[in-house]
């Protein structure tokens, strides 16, 4: 107990050093305040940032197609994740391509997106999707992998049906793997949205983002990055708490 409080104690100290050192860099001179304004200043901005509409309006249509290509990505990748690890013929044709489709950055094949489905909601959607499968197809294939075969066996040796071996023998077994995978495959969503709004967009954080760095609105630029940083956070430490509660499913 005292050894987590003097951990919880140790990461607040350095993060309020982070933010003391941005503080006086900025107040003394040393570093330009039109180029990093002080941290006080960026929260402020932040503050006043998010009681605007606008603002508001793009973080709600940013939330919207995260949230799309998210739900898109996470059944879809599932289940070829677990074909890819339950069936050997398709694991042997498949994972090699897998691997290689994986290590291509994705960035790359933005400007496809955007001659497919135009500037819009479905290239966002499209770019975030694509973003996120590679990752949820690998990380079913490694949660499937540490389904342990005695547990199978011994519910199938007792007639358990297809349904009942997935949801009783399959599902508590990967669900703290996928919790994980989850958490990661939303960093990765949510990084190819923004970019997706940053690259080409009307609308949505990103969108916003870019427009105060072409504008040199550095205020709004770091405040943005804050923004964005926090609600990332927030998801993570929230997927966080349920794979700790889950915890007890991997004995």
């Known amino acids: 107990m005292q050894s987590t409080l003097a951990i919880n104690l140790s990461r607040i100290a350095i993060i309020v050093a982070i933010l003391a050192l941005w503080e006086m860099l900025s107040r003394t001179g040393i570093v330009n305040p039109r180029l990093l304004p002080s941290a006080s200043d960026t929260f402020a901005t932040l503050g006043d940032l998010l009681q605007r509409a606008a603002v508001q309006k793009d973080l709600m249509v940013t939330a919207t197609e995260v949230l799309a290509a998210f739900a898109l990505a996470v059944p879809f990748g599932a289940v070829i994740g677990f074909l890819v690890a339950e069936n050997r013929y398709f ?3 498949a994972k090699p391509l897998l691997f290689f489709a994986f290590s291509i950055p994705k960035s790359i094949f933005l400007p496809m997106f955007i001659l497919v489905f135009g500037v819009g909601f479905a290239q966002k959607v499209g770019f975030g999707f694509f973003s996120t499968i590679f990752i949820v197809i690998m990380s079913t294939t490694t949660a499937v992998d540490s389904v342990k075969v005695e547990h199978l066996t011994v519910a199938r040796s007792y007639g358990a049906t ?3 071996t997935a949801f009783r023998v399959y599902l508590p077994s990967m669900l ?20 997706a709004e940053m690259y080409a967009s009307r609308d949505g954080i990103g969108h ?5 760095g072409e504008n040199f609105q550095m205020k709004q630029l770091l405040a943005g990055v804050v923004m964005v940083a926090a609600i990332a956070m927030t998801f993570n430490e929230l997927v966080r708490w349920v794979e700790t509660r889950c915890s007890h499913w991997r004995t």
Do not use: C, K, Y
């Open 91 to 93: 694991a042997d044709v």
């Open 208 to 212: 916003q983002i870019a427009t105060w």
């Open 176 to 195: 703290p793997v996928l919790l994980e995978a989850l958490r990661i495959s939303m960093i990765f969503n949510l990084t190819g949205v923004i970019l």
């Open 162 to 164: 297809p349904w009942q």
